[in-house]
């Protein structure tokens, strides 16, 4: 079985467990800590993860480029990461037109815990965990299609198991921008470092405005976000698209300098494509099909 299809059937594997989990398991991980209950579905998809590499004997070391990091290209990637930042508020903006924002509705439980708890749930575990399986093991498993291909496929998975619009628009950009950023250093510690700045950029941004917030006469950032009219998020997605058009070139810009910096230019040049089967599996497909029809049902029909 070649790499690639082994990723088709851990996807499928994992669309079929997670939405079971959505489904049927929250009401068992409602009696659990809060810090557990933030991280419930963290431990949902690593399960298969490492079944599969155990059953099919891949080392996650082989499989995963893990260069020691760099303090410059630490640096570089802090810049990189600044300067996807509007983008992301970009798409986050359009999809909150028409999707619901779940990450604002466990703004709630985050306020029963520490601030480095939520640090910890929300920024450190999903940066550890998720580079490890999205970017370390599927991109690893599809690099065998080529890089270009091995991104936004990696990408299109971590976004669809968001498994809601709002998120699945930015987490599918982003997918895809640290899966190059792992290519393009040899190393997955920067994509972890780069997850964890976004995640704890939003965290401490909340954390702040929820005591700013009550000055001014509005409860929290959750209250404020529910009385935001849909013509202020077009007005907000309007002004950030303009950013977001300046700031991504200036990203792709810096990108080239990492690549440049970590000596990799020539490793993406030969490997961005490569010949051979383009078409997407059945098995690939029928797992894009049961999250998007999950997404429908959560965002449109429930």
Not at 256 to 285: C, D, M, Q
Request: proline share 4%; hydrophobic share 55%.
């Amino acid at each position: 079985m070649t790499k690639s299809k082994k990723a088709n059937g851990l996807f499928l594997l994992m669309t079929v467990g997670i939405i079971c989990f959505n489904l049927f398991g929250r009401t068992v991980t409602a009696e659990l800590p809060v810090g557990l209950r933030l991280i419930s579905s963290e431990i949902v998809y690593l399960i298969p993860v490492l079944l599969c590499l155990l059953v099919g004997r891949d080392s996650p070391g082989k499989l995963i480029p893990h260069k020691a990091p760099r303090l410059s290209t630490l640096l570089m990637t802090v810049l990189f990461v600044l300067l996807l930042e509007p983008l992301v508020t970009c798409l986050n903006a359009f999809t909150m037109l028409f999707s619901p924002n779940y990450v604002l509705e466990t703004q709630n439980e985050l306020t029963l815990v520490s601030l480095p708890l939520q640090l910890l749930c929300i920024a450190v575990v999903p940066a550890l965990a998720e580079e490890f399986m999205f970017r370390g093991v599927f991109e690893g498993y599809y690099r065998e299609k080529g890089i270009l291909s091995a991104a936004l496929l990696s990408g299109l998975v971590f976004g669809l198991f968001h498994l809601n619009f709002n998120q699945f628009g930015y987490a599918f950009v982003i997918g895809i921008a640290f899966a190059l950023l792992l290519e393009g250093t040899g190393s997955i510690f920067y994509g972890m470092a780069a997850h964890f700045l976004i995640n704890g950029f939003s965290v401490i941004i909340t954390a702040l405005s929820d005591q700013i917030l009550p000055l001014t006469g509005q409860e929290s950032m959750a209250a404020a976000a529910e009385s935001i009219t849909a013509e202020v998020m077009v007005n907000t997605f309007c002004v950030y698209a303009v950013l977001a058009a300046v700031t991504t070139c200036l990203a792709g810009a810096v990108y080239i300098w990492i690549v440049k910096h970590s000596g990799r230019t020539a490793y993406l040049e030969e490997n961005w494509k490569k010949p051979g089967e383009k078409k997407l599996s059945p098995v690939f497909l029928l797992g894009v099909i049961l999250c998007v029809g999950f997404m429908v049902w959560r965002d449109f029909m429930r």
